[in-house]
């Protein structure tokens, strides 16, 4: 029990991990679409990064959307710098499991992903998403223009308002400007797509976003 409650609560810079200097080795180049998985990205390319659980699932929905240049599977929003995995899971890092999207907004809309996002989870459930529980599993998007912070803010009272109106309490998504984004394991990368059959806790709520709001 008392190993799950550490799991609930974020950690302070006194007991954080110290982490380390190095990067993350990860793979050149993205093992869907073979494209460059560290920047320079195409200088008209926007990225976004989502917070929605295990990034395993949450990476496949987002790489399967049209217009999405890369996805890569990475941790933010804590105090480690480079965590390993291994460190995010114990709670001690802050940092939530996450998705770097970079995406060509000439071929898909900021809120087509925003509405892809909330529909792909239950946003609803603080620290945890399903059956996984921790400070790693919030949801949150983080954004990187005034432009995406409105947009997103926008988009949470619309899906707010239709989770209320399917029975759903409070959503506890965060949301502000991106932290810095650590890339995670090279095993990680595209996961479901090198082990089609892996485990993917995401489920959403059966709610639609406003769809024709969502339109590219």
Not at 84 to 103: D, K, M
Not at 164 to 175: D, M, N, Q, S, V
Request: hydrophobic share 35%.
């Amino acid at each position: 029990m008392e190993f799950f409650t550490k799991k609930m609560k974020f950690p302070d810079a006194d007991n954080a991990l110290p982490g380390r200097s190095k990067e993350m080795s990860v793979p050149e180049r993205h093992f869907v679409n073979g494209n460059l998985m560290k920047p320079p990205f195409p200088e008209d390319f926007e990225q976004a990064i989502f917070g929605m659980g295990c990034f395993w699932g949450a990476e496949r929905h987002f790489w399967e959307q049209e217009g999405v240049h890369i996805t890569a599977a990475g941790y933010a929003g804590g105090i480690t710098p480079n965590p390993t995995y291994e460190e995010v899971c114990s709670g001690l890092t802050g940092h939530n499991e996450v998705v770097l999207v970079v995406f060509d907004p000439k071929v898909v809309n900021f809120e087509v992903l925003l509405a892809l996002f909330w529909e792909s989870h239950d946003p609803t459930q603080g620290m945890r998403q399903g059956n996984d529980v921790g400070t790693q599993y919030r949801s949150g998007i983080y954004t990187f223009s005034p432009e995406q912070s409105a947009r997103a803010e926008a988009s949470m009272a619309i899906f707010q308002n239709n989770l209320r109106k399917g029975g759903y309490e409070a959503i506890t998504t965060e949301i502000y400007c991106a932290p810095e984004f650590y890339y995670a394991e090279h095993y990680h990368q595209q996961y479901l797509a090198k082990v089609p059959n892996g485990y993917c806790g995401l489920g959403g709520t059966g709610v639609c976003y406003k769809r024709e709001a969502a339109k590219s």
